[in-house]
């Protein structure tokens, strides 16, 4: 009995490490973005921690193993997870003056580290504990580290394929502290420590009523957040701010409306319109990246018949309850976008790339490769539009992107719309084997015309000046895009570092909490 209960705290102890690691994308992602440098500050924290854990509990364990040994640092682990909601809040507040990267890396220390370290000290300790002779130790660490490990597996499986879009990450995080007490209570009972054992059990009953009645409502008391919901690929938010809904994906903004006329306001949607005018009238048009469904709506609206590609169904169900998007209005495929193109032979005359997210450019759809698959679902004359946001006009995925679209088409332009130019913002750039041009006499809207309706001026405010700056970028020293080099995940994360300074200034917190 005594070993099946110290294996199983092992894999307890290995399974709660990768389960914790990867919840803290979802904790942290809503405030940072899910991006290359979150997930490298989170290995590192990890594997710090883990190293540490490793030192501590072998020298610990030198001192003379028992289970009680173990139990303590079980339920220093589970104690502090199950803190992280409440420590997170004024974390985040006191590390936000860090800069984006010094606070992710500190604000992943302080929650992660810890609880880390205590469950790195479980597999060094166990072996000593289970060998008793010198010509054991070998095996006894072969089978530890390979339960801890099958165990790690195993988590990683779980947390992201199920636990995670299925329970949520407030009662995920409540329900791993939950069990790691539960673990410390059998390590207790195993070294019949009468009080310690009996203390733990009330440490268990307890949390185990707080995890079976808690929500994140308990923690979080916005009435202007709308929904939370936790997909497989990213967490997604609606919130009311200043009577307009906004759709958040890991904390970046993907979608602003006017509830009930569901008017976009998105800047880059409305520049999006344009692009009708480069046809005699409505045609076929495939949407990669669904967001809220204001570009699809408003091609519906101007009888064109939609297709949307969007991986996430979870985002297609948003779209449908908080921002007014009608079945009849597009055709949603659940699948990803390139895997769409190769599958799929239907020709468009427009295909619009929208599927960049809040802080990552899908690097597998903006490759040399990627584009010429683009072009062969493009009927003779049709456009491709792709929006994407960079920190300046003449930022170098701006110049990137232009040389590799570049390769498969003879016209690329460029519609900016931040200003001053060297600003964070959006631009859309246009690409097709015709030249992109319209009679603007008859398409363009001049303001002065339509100054007593303030959202008709907004938006050819909008709609002329992307038009009137469009340019096309010269290549200079930025690389052509393929599936073998594309370092495009990189500029993503500096244009992060920008993205998520400009909403933390703007947003309140409690948006971007539980």
Do not use: C
Not at 124 to 148: F, H, N, Q, W
Not at 167 to 193: M, P
Request: aromatic share 12%; glycine share 8%.
């Amino acid at each position: 009995m005594r070993h099946a209960a110290l294996y199983l705290i092992v894999f307890s102890g290995g399974a709660s490490v990768l389960a914790i690691e990867i919840l803290g994308t979802r904790i942290l992602g809503p405030f940072y973005g899910v991006s290359l440098f979150l997930w490298s500050a989170l290995i590192t924290i990890t594997l710090a921690a883990l190293s540490v854990g490793y030192v501590l509990g072998g020298r610990l364990a030198d001192k003379g193993p028992s289970f009680r040994g173990l139990a303590w640092p079980l339920l220093g682990a589970g104690l502090w997870t199950l803190a992280l909601p409440w420590l997170k809040y004024p974390l985040l507040g006191a590390t936000e003056s860090f800069g984006l990267r010094g606070a992710v890396l500190a604000t992943s220390m302080v929650l992660f580290f810890p609880p880390l370290t205590l469950l790195g000290m479980i597999s060094p300790y166990a072996i000593r504990l289970k060998a008793v002779k010198l010509t054991e130790v070998g095996r006894t660490a072969g089978d530890i580290y390979a339960i801890s490990t099958v165990a790690s597996v195993v988590a990683a499986l779980l947390t992201g394929f199920y636990l995670i879009p299925n329970f949520g990450v407030f009662r995920l995080t409540l329900g791993i502290g939950f069990f790691l007490l539960l673990i410390s209570f059998i390590a207790f009972a195993s070294d019949k420590a009468k009080f310690a054992t009996a203390a733990s059990l009330v440490l268990v009953l307890v949390s185990g009523w707080g995890f079976a009645t808690a929500s994140p409502e308990r923690v979080r008391t916005d009435e202007n957040l709308l929904a939370i919901e936790q997909s497989p690929y990213a967490e997604l938010r609606v919130v009311e701010w200043e009577d307009n809904r906004v759709l958040l994906i890991d904390g970046g903004g993907h979608t602003v409306v006017e509830p009930g006329t569901w008017k976009t306001l998105y800047p880059y949607a409305v520049v999006m319109d344009l692009n009708k005018h480069f046809f005699d009238g409505p045609g076929d048009m495939l949407l990669l990246g669904l967001g809220g469904g204001s570009v699809a709506k408003s091609y519906y609206k101007s009888g064109w018949e939609v297709d949307v590609v969007e991986i996430d169904a979870a985002i297609t169900r948003i779209a449908k309850k908080y921002f007014g998007l009608e079945d009849k209005e597009a055709t949603v495929y659940h699948e990803d976008a390139r895997q769409y193109l190769v599958t799929h032979e239907k020709q468009y005359d427009l295909i619009i790339m929208d599927a960049f997210g809040s802080s990552s450019i899908p690097f597998h759809i903006v490759t040399k490769e990627a584009f010429a698959l683009v072009k062969s679902r493009l009927k003779p004359g049709g456009v491709l539009a792709i929006n994407y946001e960079a920190v300046g006009w003449l930022d170098v995925i701006t110049r990137s992107l232009t040389a590799t679209v570049g390769v498969h088409f003879k016209n690329v332009t460029t519609l900016p719309l931040a200003e001053p130019p060297d600003n964070l913002g959006n631009l859309v750039l246009l690409a097709s084997d015709r030249a992109l041009e319209f009679d603007e006499g008859e398409h363009l809207v001049r303001p002065r015309l339509v100054m007593d309706d303030a959202y008709a001026h907004w938006m050819a405010m909008t709609r002329n000046h992307a038009w009137d700056n469009r340019f096309t970028a010269e290549r200079g020293d930025a690389p052509i895009l393929t599936d073998d080099l594309n370092p495009s995940s990189l500029w993503a994360e500096r244009i992060n570092l920008v993205a998520r300074r400009v909403l933390h200034d703007s947003f309140e917190w409690s948006h971007l909490s539980w």
